[in-house]
Every structure is written in structure tokens, then in C-alpha cells.
């Protein structure tokens, strides 16, 4: 993942994401505040995935940016939702870093997942939240998987 895209202000490295995030919650440190990252994928003849990264302040708005990659060739809706899960993950991880190096501690991140108790992707809502669980961040799956059904799907298109 090279750069994100924000709607207000343009292409982002990563970095750049992590400093405008510190600043939009440094405008208000009083607030609370949810960090989510999501994956939605969309299959036309290659894939595409779109990684999301929102950050609300609790019940007065948010900012997010995301990231678009295609892969070649089709692979099973298992495998695609593993893999949107592995890119949710990844990006987390990335940011739980950088939050531990600034000594933020009480900026939790929830992963939201494109699975749901309806649909085709009930049978492997327990693997994916375990991995997401395992690796130490909150989950959540359809209806409450806004970041990666909401954002990074309008994306996918």
C-alpha cells in the first residue's frame, strides 16, 4: 500500500495519514474517539480491495482515508474475505506501532469486517474475528462493520 486518498485533502503517505489522524483528535483531546479500519473487496475481472481508515469523534463527525489495490485473476469469496481481513490487519498493525512510538494509550482500534450471520460469509465469521481477536484488536461484523461495508465499499465501485 503506497499512498491513501483523502476526500479533503488529496493522495497521503501513510506518515501523512498518521499526522493529519493526530491532529484532527489534538483539535479536541476531550472527545472520544474510534479508530477503525475496514476492507471491502470487489470482484469485476480482477480484484480490488479498498482499505479504510476512520476516525470519528464520537457523535460529532470524522475524517477517513483509504487505499485501493487491484490483485489479477478470480480467487474464492473465502479466500478474498481472508484476505480483506490479512489487509485490515496489516494497516492496524501499522498504526498501533506508530500509536505505542507517540505513547498514545488510549486510542483503541477496532477492525470492521465485511462478514455477517446473513449471507455467504456466515461460515467463516469465527475464523476471521479470531484472527483479527488473536492479534489483539476488537472486531466487529455486519450490521455494526460500518468501516469496511459503508466506507471502503462506496470505494470498491
Request: no cysteine; glycine share 8%; net charge positive.
Amino acid at each position: 500500500m503506497t499512498f491513501f486518498i483523502s476526500p479533503t485533502k488529496g493522495r497521503l503517505s501513510f506518515n501523512q495519514v498518521f499526522r493529519d489522524m493526530l491532529a484532527f483528535v489534538n483539535e479536541h483531546p476531550e472527545d472520544s474517539y474510534k479508530l477503525i479500519v475496514g476492507t471491502d473487496s470487489q470482484v469485476r475481472t480482477d480484484v480490488y480491495y479498498v482499505t479504510a481508515i476512520v476516525v470519528l469523534r464520537v457523535g460529532k463527525g470524522g475524517r477517513f482515508y483509504y487505499t485501493k489495490e487491484r490483485q489479477r485473476g478470480m480467487i474464492s469469496l473465502k479466500q478474498r474475505i481472508f484476505l480483506e481481513t490479512a489487509r485490515s490487519l496489516e494497516v492496524a498493525s501499522r498504526l498501533a506501532g506508530k500509536i505505542m512510538s507517540i505513547g498514545k494509550t488510549d486510542l483503541n482500534i477496532e477492525i470492521h469486517l465485511d462478514v455477517g450471520e446473513q449471507g455467504k460469509t456466515k461460515e467463516i465469521i469465527r475464523e476471521v474475528v479470531g484472527m483479527v481477536t488473536g492479534s489483539g484488536f476488537d472486531a466487529r461484523i455486519k450490521p455494526d462493520s460500518y468501516g469496511a461495508s459503508k466506507v471502503a465499499d462506496k470505494f470498491t465501485k
